[in-house]
Structures are given as C-alpha cells and as structure tokens.
C-alpha cells in the first residue's frame, strides 16, 4: 500500500530533550515536507526536499533541522524543544510539485 | 497577512442543504488544491484546479478557479454527514518556488443528519 509514515504519532516531551520525529513514504517521490498544524493558524511549512541531500526552508524554519540521506526518509529534529513548538506536524511527499500525499500527523506536546 | 483567505471559517448545516466555501487572495496562483481534512489524519486531495475560469466536478462537489487565477469556491450540492470535515485550500503562487504550497486556514464544516 502506497503510503507516508511518521513515528511517533504521539509524544509528550520536555523543554530541552532533543527529539527526532521519523517520515517514510514508499512511493519513490523525489520532493518531501514538512507542516505544523495549529489552531488559527492553519497549516505551515517548515522545511522541504526537492530530492536527496537537496532541502530547503519553508515559511516557518527555526528551532527545527532535517536531513535527506536517503529518498524515502525525511526526518524533522528539535534540537532543543520549546513549548511554542507544541503542535500537531504532518509529513507529506509528492511525485511532482502538485498533488501532496500526507501522513497521518504527529501530535508533539513539550511542557 | 494570510496569503489564502478561506470563508466562511465554520460551516454548521442540515444534510441535504447546500453550500459553498470561498479561498480568496490578493495574488495569482498558478494552481490551486482542494484539500479535505479528517479528524485525526491527513488532508487528502479532492481536487487540482490550474486554468483560469476552470470548473471540476466531483461526484456533489464543484471546483471553480477565478478567472484571474486569485481565487476559488468550492460547491457542495445536497450535503451529507460524511461530507464532514476541515476544507483547505491551497495554492502555488505564480512566480514564487515551485516547491512551496501554501494553505488557506481551512473550513470546518458539520452537516448533522
């Protein structure tokens, strides 16, 4: 089944602890993102990979870092988690600069 | 200032009646996306829009892409309860990075049976 994965879906964490959410897809897609999603804000891009060691800033970059080693795995790093980063983030991949496939979101809680 | 303005922001309707949501901005896109959002998952596309003045159709929803390309409805005819959930849209500015897409903050629509 064609699909995007994110680990975990749910983690409470703490101020400080660095943490590393997981994104796979299974469809060979060149071009990954990564969203927040908050109430009254809607949905934000943080970062983005055009393909393979190719990434660049979204509209809202700091206090975050990614990396693409490999085309399937996309993941996003809080160095050092603050309570504003609480949110629910979405990984998406697509095979062009079109249509987006999501994942099923990560709720990210930091006290 | 929010690129994609989306109203109306909540939508609370009886099945069977019809509505439709509006994705406004000041700028040219050169696509637009209709997105609908479930509680607890992912958005997942209804439908790309990329010429001016185009109409799509999906089963009861209608598409439309202004004609100057800065804005879009979309149409739900005789809703039902399954057509619940949270509407983005969302567009690549004309001009801008191909790679960055940028949402609307989204309808949340309830139809009650």
């Known amino acids: 089944e064609a699909q995007v994965t994110q680990n975990p879906r749910y983690l409470i964490t703490v101020t400080g602890k660095k943490l590393t959410v997981t994104c796979s897809q299974n469809?060979?897609?060149?071009?990954m993102s990564w969203y927040r999603q908050d109430p009254g804000l809607g949905l934000r891009q943080i970062y983005y990979?055009?393909?393979?060691?190719?990434?660049d800033k979204g509209d809202v970059p700091e206090g975050y870092k990614v990396s693409r080693k490999e085309k399937r795995n996309f993941p996003l790093i809080l160095e050092s988690p603050s309570p504003n980063q609480t949110s629910l983030y979405f990984c998406?991949?697509?095979?062009?600069?079109?249509?987006?496939?999501f994942g099923p979101g990560t709720r990210l809680t930091v006290l | 200032t929010q690129l994609l303005e989306q109203s109306p922001q909540f939508l609370s309707i009886q099945e069977g009646e019809n509505l439709t949501v509006y994705c406004n901005s000041s700028?040219?896109?050169?696509?637009l996306q209709w997105y609908r959002q479930e509680p607890g998952e992912g958005p997942v596309l209804l439908v790309t829009?990329?010429?001016?003045?185009e109409v799509k159709k999906l089963k009861r929803l209608t598409f439309q892409f202004g004609d100057a390309r800065k804005d879009s409805s979309l149409h739900i005819t005789a809703a039902q309860p399954g057509d619940t959930g949270l509407y983005l849209c969302?567009?690549?500015?004309?001009?801008?990075?191909?790679?960055?897409?940028?949402f609307g903050k989204g309808t949340l629509l309830t139809v009650n049976p």
């Open positions: 998406a991949s697509s095979p062009d600069r079109g249509r987006r496939h």
């Open positions: 469809m060979n897609h060149e071009y």
């Open positions: 990979s055009m393909n393979v060691e190719v990434t």
């Open positions: 700028s040219v896109f050169s696509s």
């Open positions: 829009v990329v010429t001016g003045g």
């Open positions: 969302a567009g690549v500015r004309s001009g801008g990075s191909n790679y960055k897409l940028t």
